[in-house]
């Protein structure tokens, strides 16, 4: 295993357009995290899973933003009818909830530009 | 989870101790201090953590105050690899939801 994998890497995408980002956890891993980035800034938490149940929504996560974990493995978030304000790196970080957890260990991010 | 103040850059020449400190002055007796770095252009990769002893591994060391409400981490050998910010966080173990990320620290390495 050779850790969070995120696809693609990049996306440029035009004003008012869908799009779809993956992330495939630490196989072993329940929780799984999505973050935003942008410049200069540090993460900003969005939403969490564990397992296929999302338990925690942020409020940055307006009603055109969606995320799923279907099968409890691997993920994705949508966001439709995308803004030039939407334009940021999405991270996805994954960690096993128990007693003793490890710590989330995140991905290398999609870097989503709107133009 | 506690706030947490860093300074916003430091810069440390190649191989010597970089000391990068932070202040986490209402952490509750229960939070540990966790410290995360990101390489640019890359996710958030973890450092260390602890409670109330000081701690190493491989990576840095940490250093708590003893009563808590402020710590240090410190790259011993720093190198050209380690330039990056670098983020303070303060948490619950155990209580395995967001982590939230501050502005952190940009440490600069120079040659």
């Keep these: ?115 | 989870d506690a706030k947490t103040t860093q300074p916003t850059s430091m810069d440390c020449a190649e191989g010597r101790a970089a000391n990068l400190p932070c202040n986490h002055s209402t952490i509750s007796g229960n939070e540990y201090v966790y410290w995360y770095r990101q390489i640019h252009s890359q996710g958030p990769q973890y450092i260390i953590h602890g409670l109330k002893n000081n701690e190493t591994n491989e990576m840095a060391s940490l250093i708590i105050t003893e009563d808590r409400k402020s710590s240090t981490l410190i790259l011993p050998h720093a190198t050209l690899r380690d330039t990056a910010v670098y983020y303070c966080i303060v948490r619950v173990r155990n209580r395995d939801d967001k982590i939230i990320f501050g502005k952190g620290t940009r440490l600069h390495i120079l040659p």
């Design chain 1, 1 to 115: 295993d050779t850790g969070v994998s995120q696809d693609p890497r990049h996306k440029i995408t035009k004003r008012g357009q869908n799009v779809t980002f993956r992330c495939d956890p630490i196989s072993e891993h329940n929780r799984l995290y999505w973050y935003r980035q942008t410049l200069g800034q540090g993460p900003e938490f969005l939403t969490y899973f564990q397992n296929e149940a999302q338990l925690e929504k942020s409020r940055l996560l307006s009603d055109r933003f969606s995320a799923e974990r279907p099968k409890g493995s691997f993920s994705t978030l949508e966001i439709q009818r995308t803004e030039q304000g939407d334009s940021a790196m999405y991270l996805c970080a994954s960690s096993w909830a128990s007693r003793g957890s490890t710590e989330a260990f995140f991905g290398q991010g999609t870097r989503l530009t709107v133009v």
